[in-house]
């Protein structure tokens, strides 16, 4: 293979899960985030529908309180668990800034939602790998009231729209390593 396919494949291997909590505190550029979703920005779409979009808090405590806050609202008494608020209200303390990404749901019948969602999907994996390019860490999380319809309505996004997740962004002193436990071998079928 050529060296834009290796450097590619290299970016591609060394993506990894940083949790926020390893997060050292330090401030992404603007500039920076603004490059990680220019490059979201050239997923596949049918139709041209691109329908992923970004919502960015440049203070991602006070996000983070919310989303706390919601958490409380929202859930029954007895299934109410005061380490559940706890770790949805500091666990953006060592980040730069949340990202939200959703689906923006068009309004062309002909293109299923699965399509949408798997192009927004696209979007946020290279937001992902230019993070990785750019030594930015990242965490993709859905807990809490993330999936939840109080989300969607706190960020004004229309019933048939989908919250994808929160990316945590933020730089750390160590990279985890990856692994796999399934080989690629029990993967893939070839047909002849």
């Known amino acids: 293979m050529n060296e834009q396919f290796n450097t590619v494949a290299d970016i591609i291997k060394s993506r990894r899960t940083i949790k926020p909590a390893t997060m050292n505190g330090r401030k992404i550029a603007r500039e920076d985030i603004e490059a990680l979703i220019g490059l979201a920005d050239w997923a596949p779409t049918h139709g041209l529908t ?5 919502i960015v808090y440049e203070q991602p405590a006070e996000f983070c309180r919310k989303h706390a806050e919601l958490y409380q609202q929202n859930t029954a008494e007895e ?3 005061p380490a559940v608020h706890e770790n949805l209200t500091k666990m953006g303390d060592n980040a730069s800034h949340i990202v939200v990404a959703y689906m923006k ?3 062309n019948p002909n293109i299923p939602q699965f399509e949408e969602i798997a192009a927004t999907a696209c979007a946020i994996e290279n937001f992902l790998l230019g993070a990785t390019a750019a030594g930015i860490g990242a965490y993709w999380g859905t807990g809490g009231q993330t999936l939840k319809p109080a989300m969607k309505e706190y960020l004004g996004l229309a019933e048939e729209d989908q919250v994808m997740g929160l990316f945590y962004l933020g ?10 436990k399934t080989p690629l071998e029990e993967k893939v079928q070839w047909i002849a």
């Not at 691109?50 to 970004?54: G, V």
């Not at 730089?171 to 796999?180: F, H, L």
């Open 79 to 81: 299934n109410f668990k």
């Open 50 to 54: 691109e329908p992923w979009r970004f």
């Open 171 to 180: 730089y750390a002193d160590e990279q985890p390593q990856g692994k796999r």
């Open 105 to 107: 749901r068009g309004s």
